[in-house]
């Protein structure tokens, strides 16, 4: 569970990492199911609905740089977004009633070249009726400075959305060049295997390309507070109420006064945010 000082320093920060989040065997379960499905790309040649490749994969040597939606990949995956270890630390922040937004992902920064994720908010991505919404992040590797820690930008879940457009387009990514967006300050968040971190959706945060000879594999889960209802609307109800991993749905939306930029129009390459921010006129991290 999160101490009193952890969960002010999410209040405040926005973000909090949480050394023991998951149980040695758990750890080592998640780590042979996410080597499986990496090598289940071997012989592919395009993206798939589950992988997405890395720009320098071959079939001879397969490299992902994001496996998409796990949760419906595996039933491990399944298993985990329920977990009580994690939901013993989300309760304190958004309370008993807890939904799964969607899949999840697992982002894979390989060895040497990793690839690096643009300064954005998932927020920008799906506002919602209220900000009771945040990300987990499952380490499968020790994180450090040189494998492309998540950078984090303190405080900044209390500040503006900022534009994620580029070309008149969303393109998931803030332009710091043209917003004036001062990184100057962000923390980059180390920790071991099986630590966890949570950010709030609002954090502005990146990371960089993975300069070392070490992979660095985080699983990301995003959870919402289950009477925060997405803005862009629900299709199916059914499906949208399958995905409550904790406590009972309610059809009562909570409303806040909430910043909200709409995510249109649509990024013209779609799949995975990496192929959102090819769209970004000016670059930031180098790739």
Same mark, same amino acid.
Not at 34 to 46: C, I, K, N, P, R
Not at 165 to 184: E, K, M, W
Not at 220 to 246: K, N, R, T
């Given at each position: 569970?999160?101490?009193?000082?952890?969960?002010?320093?999410?209040?405040?920060?926005?973000?909090?990492?949480?050394?023991?989040?998951?149980?040695? /065997?758990?750890?080592?379960?998640?780590?042979?199911?996410?080597?499986?499905?990496?090598?289940?790309?071997?012989?592919?040649?395009?993206?798939?609905?589950?992988?997405?490749?890395?720009?320098?994969?071959?079939?001879?040597?397969?490299?992902?740089?994001?496996?998409?939606?796990?949760?419906?990949?595996?039933?491990?995956?399944?298993?985990?977004?329920?977990?009580?270890?994690?939901?013993?630390?989300?309760?304190?922040?958004?309370?008993?009633?807890?939904?799964?937004?969607?899949?999840?992902?697992?982002?894979?920064?390989?060895?040497?070249?990793?690839?690096?994720?643009?300064? /954005?908010?998932?927020?920008?991505?799906?506002?919602?009726?209220?900000?009771?919404?945040?990300?987990?992040?499952?380490?499968?590797?020790?994180?450090?400075?040189?494998?492309?820690?998540?950078?984090?930008?303190?405080?900044? /879940?209390?500040?503006?959305?900022?534009?994620?457009?580029?070309?008149?387009?969303?393109?998931?990514?803030?332009?710091?060049?043209?917003?004036?967006?001062?990184?100057?300050?962000?923390?980059?968040?180390?920790?071991?295997?099986?630590?966890?971190?949570?950010?709030?959706?609002?954090?502005?945060?990146?990371?960089?390309?993975?300069?070392?000879?070490?992979?660095?594999?985080?699983?990301?889960?995003?959870?919402?507070?289950?009477?925060?209802?997405?803005?862009?609307?629900?299709?199916?109800?059914?499906?949208?109420?399958?995905?409550?991993? /904790?406590?009972?749905?309610?059809?009562?939306?909570?409303?806040?006064?909430?910043?909200?930029?709409?995510?249109?129009?649509?990024?013209?390459?779609?799949?995975?945010?990496?192929?959102?921010?090819?769209?970004?006129?000016?670059?930031?991290?180098?790739?």
């Amino acid at each position: 569970m999160l101490t009193d000082a952890q969960i002010e320093q999410y209040r405040i920060d926005g973000y909090v990492v949480v050394e023991r989040g998951i149980e040695p /065997h758990t750890l080592s379960e998640l780590r042979r199911v996410t080597d499986e499905l990496v090598a289940s790309a071997a012989g592919a040649t395009e993206h798939t609905s589950v992988l997405d490749l890395d720009p320098a994969h071959t079939a001879e040597f397969p490299r992902v740089r994001r496996i998409k939606h796990p949760y419906f990949a595996h039933p491990f995956y399944r298993d985990l977004a329920r977990d009580l270890s994690i939901k013993r630390s989300l309760t304190p922040l958004i309370g008993e009633h807890i939904r799964l937004r969607t899949g999840g992902k697992i982002n894979l920064k390989l060895a040497h070249d990793g690839a690096p994720v643009e300064w /954005h908010q998932d927020w920008a991505f799906y506002p919602h009726t209220n900000q009771d919404v945040l990300a987990i992040g499952v380490h499968l590797d020790d994180v450090a400075s040189d494998n492309g820690p998540l950078l984090v930008l303190p405080g900044s /879940h209390r500040g503006p959305i900022y534009d994620h457009h580029s070309q008149g387009v969303f393109c998931g990514a803030i332009d710091i060049q043209r917003t004036g967006l001062d990184v100057s300050k962000a923390r980059e968040l180390h920790a071991p295997a099986g630590a966890m971190t949570i950010h709030h959706a609002r954090l502005v945060h990146g990371s960089a390309i993975n300069h070392s000879t070490r992979s660095r594999r985080i699983l990301f889960y995003v959870y919402a507070a289950c009477d925060a209802w997405p803005l862009a609307g629900v299709a199916d109800l059914d499906e949208f109420d399958s995905m409550i991993m /904790h406590g009972s749905p309610t059809l009562n939306p909570r409303m806040e006064n909430v910043p909200v930029r709409m995510p249109l129009p649509a990024a013209p390459n779609q799949g995975s945010i990496y192929e959102n921010q090819r769209a970004l006129e000016n670059r930031y991290f180098a790739t």
